[in-house]
């Protein structure tokens, strides 16, 4: 396994490495369903996977990576697992941040922050506080977070500021409301590569706005199981892919 993680990390073009790469970690109920155990068992084994990824993310060079840790719709779930996945995150954030300074690794959040429990929130916003000088590599954390009220919030903001007179309807353009978008506010760049994760091909809600240009992996590897040589295959597939941002390839050669 080591000889042929190193193999796929070789045919990585460094020079063409996307800038933020955005993952959608699903599969965690599945792989612990398989193993006989209640969901919490497999996102406590999805820990590892954010790891492996984050190391290898930034041994690459890669300067953003965003994980979609918890949607607005994930409150839905029984109250036994939402309660088990805060308090894992508290722990993680505690255990983590640590390696985080270690390895010059700065974090960062979207969503609405407001709405997680205080001991959640006094974690995540501590371990930003710590990282917020460290400067190899962002991991952005997307917690309680939903497109859909992004997009909207960025809408109303907008309006608030024609009603306000503060601005003209003509001047509401596409730079304007992606700078009142979480990313946009944080000043994240849009993702190149949009990785899922257990096989579902669809974004759940994710960066709807932001990933317009981005290619989109799918894999079925669980996200328990998802190690560094997966993250590379992305690499390598998004590597080969041709982006033509609308244009054609013989426009592209010129």
Same mark, same amino acid.
């Given at each position: 396994?080591?000889?042929?993680?190193?193999?796929?990390?070789?045919?990585?073009?460094?020079?063409?490495?996307?800038?933020?790469?955005?993952?959608?970690?699903?599969?965690?109920?599945?792989?612990?369903?398989?193993?006989?155990?209640?969901?919490?068992?497999?996102?406590?084994?999805?820990?590892?996977?954010?790891?492996?990824?984050?190391?290898?993310?930034?041994?690459?060079?890669?300067?953003?990576?965003?994980?979609?840790?918890?949607?607005?719709?994930?409150?839905?779930?029984?109250?036994?697992?939402?309660?088990?996945?805060?308090?894992?995150?508290?722990?993680?954030?505690?255990?983590?941040?640590?390696?985080?300074?270690?390895?010059?690794?700065?974090?960062?959040?979207?969503?609405?922050?407001?709405?997680?429990?205080?001991?959640?929130?006094?974690?995540?916003?501590?371990?930003?506080?710590?990282?917020?000088?460290?400067?190899?590599?962002?991991?952005?954390?997307?917690?309680?977070?939903?497109? !859909?009220? =992004?997009? &909207?919030?960025? *809408?109303?903001?907008?309006?608030? %500021?024609?009603?306000?007179?503060?601005? /003209?309807?003509? $001047?509401?353009?596409?730079?304007?409301?992606?700078?009142?978008?979480?990313?946009?506010?944080?000043?994240?760049?849009?993702?190149?590569?949009?990785?899922?994760?257990?096989?579902?091909?669809?974004?759940?809600?994710?960066?709807?706005?932001?990933?317009?240009?981005?290619?989109?992996?799918?894999?079925?590897?669980?996200?328990?199981?998802? !190690?560094? =040589?997966? &993250?590379?295959? *992305?690499?390598?597939?998004?590597? %080969?892919?041709?982006?033509?941002?609308? /244009?054609?390839? $013989?426009?592209?050669?010129?």
């Amino acid at each position: 396994m080591q000889a042929v993680r190193m193999e796929l990390k070789s045919a990585i073009i460094l020079e063409k490495l996307p800038r933020h790469v955005a993952v959608i970690m699903d599969g965690n109920g599945r792989w612990a369903k398989q193993h006989g155990k209640p969901r919490v068992f497999g996102h406590r084994n999805g820990v590892q996977a954010v790891r492996d990824i984050t190391e290898a993310a930034a041994e690459l060079g890669i300067e953003y990576l965003t994980l979609y840790a918890f949607s607005t719709e994930n409150w839905n779930r029984p109250k036994i697992e939402v309660g088990a996945l805060m308090r894992l995150l508290v722990e993680t954030l505690h255990k983590e941040v640590k390696t985080l300074m270690k390895n010059n690794i700065r974090l960062m959040a979207i969503g609405d922050l407001s709405q997680l429990p205080d001991a959640t929130r006094r974690a995540l916003l501590q371990g930003i506080e710590t990282t917020k000088n460290n400067s190899r590599m962002t991991l952005v954390l997307a917690l309680n977070y939903s497109a !859909r009220r =992004e997009i &909207l919030q960025a *809408a109303r903001l907008l309006a608030e %500021q024609v009603q306000a007179g503060e601005l /003209k309807p003509e $001047e509401v353009s596409e730079e304007r409301f992606a700078a009142r978008l979480n990313t946009g506010m944080n000043q994240i760049p849009d993702p190149e590569l949009l990785i899922r994760s257990s096989g579902e091909q669809r974004i759940s809600n994710f960066l709807l706005w932001q990933i317009a240009y981005a290619e989109l992996y799918f894999t079925p590897v669980l996200w328990p199981e998802f !190690r560094k =040589e997966h &993250l590379y295959q *992305a690499i390598i597939d998004f590597q %080969q892919r041709e982006r033509r941002f609308g /244009k054609t390839s $013989e426009q592209l050669a010129q």
